[in-house]
């Protein structure tokens, strides 16, 4: 049974920083996308970064580059986001994913993930 389990979300000021962590679980991930996600209730779920398990080319969404740095241990089937400077706009449940990757499959369509973890909530206030 596959299970993706995220952890490290919290309360952080504007400005401030968080690392998520997505432990997986229950198969070999060799040609998937390890990805996040963010959701805010009545909203469509957003991509925000992706890693292949492969060979590490990542991909964020245009708001995020240069902010936020996912990565993984392979050994350990953990994959990482690190968000610096945070803003009040990004507060949501971020998820973790997991998906085939090929050339046809598209970072941030959520329809091509296959695993999903239950989401760890990110609040950014003051």
């Known amino acids: 049974q596959v299970q993706l389990v995220e952890s490290g979300g919290g309360l952080v000021q504007p400005g401030g920083s968080l690392r998520l962590t997505c432990a997986a679980s229950?198969?070999?991930?060799?040609?998937?996308?390890m990805s996040w996600f963010r959701q805010v209730p009545g909203k469509k779920r957003q991509f925000v970064a992706g890693v292949t398990w492969n060979d590490d080319s990542e991909f964020y969404r245009e708001s995020v580059q240069g902010r936020f740095t996912i990565y993984k241990d392979n050994a350990k089937n953990m994959l990482y986001l690190k968000m610096n400077n945070l803003n009040v706009g990004e507060t949501a449940v971020y998820y973790c994913?997991?998906?085939?990757?090929?050339?046809?499959?598209?970072?941030?369509?959520?329809?091509?993930?296959?695993?999903w973890g239950q989401g760890t909530q990110v609040t950014i206030s003051s």
């Open positions: 994913a997991a998906g085939p990757y090929n050339s046809h499959m598209v970072p941030a369509r959520d329809a091509d993930y296959e695993y």
């Open positions: 229950g198969r070999t991930f060799s040609n998937y996308i």
